[in-house]
Nanobody, 122 residues
Framework: EKQLVESGGGLVQAGGSLRLSCVAS????????MGWFRQAPGNEREFVAA????????LYADQVKGRFTVSRDNAKNALYLQMNSLKPEDTAVYYC???????????????WGQGTQLTVSS
C-alpha cells in the first residue's frame, strides 16, 4: 500500500518555527518529486514547496519564499518542511504529496498524506 504520513504539526506563536515531516512507504521514494501543499478553511488547496527527486532542486510559493525550506532524505524515505518566521496566515492543514512530474499543480500529484494541522497564533 502506497502511503504518506505527515507529522510535526501543532500550535505555535507568530514568529516561531516548526518542522513538518512526511514518511513514505509502499513505493520507490526517489522515483518521485515531493511537494507540500496546504489548505485553510474555506480556501482551496495551495502549493507551498516542492523538492526534486535527488533533492537538488526546490520550488517555493511566493508566500513562503525565504521563510520555509523543503528537503528530503531518500535513505529514510522522508520529506521535511522547515518553517520559520511563521505568520497567522500560515495556519492550515499541511499535506505532503508525491509526483512523477516537476510541478506546483495539485492535479499532478499522485499520492497524498492525510495532513497535519498547523495553527499560528498572533
Amino acid at each position: 500500500e502506497k502511503q504518506l504520513v505527515e507529522s510535526g504539526g501543532g500550535l505555535v506563536q507568530a514568529g516561531g518555527s516548526l518542522r513538518l515531516s512526511c514518511v513514505a512507504s509502499g513505493f520507490r521514494f526517489d522515483d518521485y518529486a515531493m511537494g507540500w501543499f496546504r489548505q485553510a478553511p474555506g480556501n482551496e488547496r495551495e502549493f507551498v514547496a516542492a523538492v526534486s527527486w535527488s533533492g537538488k532542486n526546490t520550488l517555493y510559493a511566493d508566500q513562503v519564499k525565504g521563510r520555509f525550506t523543503v528537503s528530503r532524505d531518500n535513505a529514510k524515505n522522508a520529506l521535511y518542511l522547515q518553517m520559520n518566521s511563521l505568520k497567522p496566515e500560515d495556519t492550515a492543514v499541511y499535506y505532503c504529496a508525491a509526483s512523477t512530474r516537476w510541478s506546483d499543480a495539485a492535479n499532478d500529484y499522485d499520492y497524498w498524506g492525510q495532513g497535519t494541522q498547523l495553527t499560528v497564533s498572533s
